[in-house]
């Protein structure tokens, strides 16, 4: 199952509250993933297995470094201004009191790290438009998980996020390890993810 999209209608003056009306009305399938990207509203199909267990695993790790104020979350939306864009991470980790209680999307800018694993599917979302999307509103750290790339499956970890530009702080295919810096100071074995 691929993507589905809704592209607003061009010309008749949509504006980011319809955009986000339709967001909060979809009815999407159970596990599915909706998100606005550039302007469209897009549903994505529920991760796979191999998916779920690199999130899982990934998370494990990550919660024997944070601080007790900090947390993980999967299914918290993030506000990209300027960009039309809310997206869903993978994962998110910020400040337990950047959530107001509301449910309204976070601003990219208040996440520690965003973590995005790529699917078959939408594996360029990921790479190309949510790169872009984080640097632009100031996301600290983005770790991309790619077990598509090209039949190398990578992890690359982008920061220093400058103009809607994040420069490359490290990348290492499967199986190598990446390090995370402070305050997170851990080494992630991506040799414990499974490969699609």
């Known amino acids: ?25 979809t009815d ?9 990207i550039e302007g469209i509203v897009t549903v994505s199909p529920p991760p796979s297995d191999e ?9 494990r790790r990550l919660y024997a470094v944070l601080p007790e104020d900090w947390g993980i979350y999967q299914t918290v939306g993030v506000s990209i201004p300027g960009q039309d864009g809310l997206y869903i991470p993978d994962l998110v980790i910020l400040p337990r009191d950047a959530l107001t209680g509301t449910g309204s999307p976070v601003p990219a800018g208040e996440a520690l790290l965003v973590v995005e694993i790529t699917s078959k599917a939408n594996a360029n979302h990921d790479r190309i438009k949510k790169a ?31 103009r809607g530009t994040y420069r490359v702080l490290e990348s290492v295919e499967y199986g190598g ?16 993810f499974p490969v699609c």
Not at 1 to 20: C, I, K
Not at 51 to 59: D, F, K, P, S, V
Not at 177 to 192: N, Q, S
């Open 28 to 36: 999407a399938p159970e596990g599915c993933k909706v998100e606005i």
């Open 51 to 59: 998916h779920n267990i690199t999130a899982e695993l990934l998370q």
């Open 132 to 162: 872009h999307g984080y640097a632009k509103a100031g996301a600290e750290l983005f770790l991309l998980l790619d077990p598509w790339h090209s039949g190398r499956p990578t992890a690359t970890l982008y920061g220093d996020p400058e």
């Open 1 to 25: 199952m691929s993507a589905l999209t809704v592209d607003p209608v061009p010309g008749n003056g949509q504006e980011w509250d319809d955009l986000v009306r339709i967001w909060e009305e």
């Open 177 to 192: 390890k990446l390090a995370l810096p402070e305050p997170f100071g851990l080494e992630v074995d991506t040799g414990m």
